[in-house]
């Protein structure tokens, strides 16, 4: 099944729930943020509803694991933390590079 039929299908769905009445903005058309770009139109909608996407919490985690990695001094524990801090990297990169899959656009 193509994602557009998918789509169109969950659109109508929450259609018949009622669930598109009343909504902040409704009518008005949505605001593309970088020239038009999907991804960041989508983490906009997803941000005004109260959501951070999988990516967003990675690179925030990464960020606090790189301080704790910075303010550790046994060399014990720093390899712990370091193994911490790689983890969380590694997982962000896959997020990241899923999502450019995903959104590829050729």
Partial sequence: MKW???I???IHKAQAGGQLENLK????PLS????GNIVSTGF???AEAGVLPNEIVLK???EEQRKVYQETTDLTARK???CKLADLQMRLSI???ARQKFYKTT
């Fill in 32 to 35: 593309l943020r970088d020239a």
């Fill in 95 to 97: 997020e990241q590079e």
């Fill in 8 to 10: 169109e299908n969950q």
């Fill in 44 to 46: 906009g909608i997803m």
């Fill in 4 to 6: 557009r039929t998918l």
């Fill in 25 to 28: 903005g409704e009518g008005k």
């Fill in 80 to 82: 712990k933390e370091m």
């Fill in 60 to 62: 925030k985690a990464v």
